[in-house]
């Protein structure tokens, strides 16, 4: 179930939202009413971050095999 709490939630009751995260669920923090951040376990944070890592891999892996190097404006030139 998605929890959503003010920010003073993790310094006041940082157990309840330890328990929460622990159990899958993802707790969205406010402040002052509006979104501010979320907490994770460190398991759906992985989950979640692991296709991201493996295209960091690669691209780790593609430029360790050239010496070729492009600019900003050359990488994203071409992608506009």
Do not use: W
Request: glycine share 6%.
């Amino acid at each position: 179930m998605m929890q959503i709490r003010p920010v003073s939630d993790l310094r006041n009751k940082f157990t309840d939202i330890e328990k929460c995260v622990q159990g899958g669920d993802p707790v969205f923090l406010t402040k002052n009413g509006y979104g501010s951040m979320v907490v994770l376990s460190l398991e759906l944070y992985s989950k979640l971050a692991k296709r991201e890592e493996y295209i960091m891999d690669i691209a780790d892996s593609a430029a360790e095999s050239t010496e070729v190097r492009l600019s900003h404006e050359e990488v994203f030139g071409r992608q506009r």
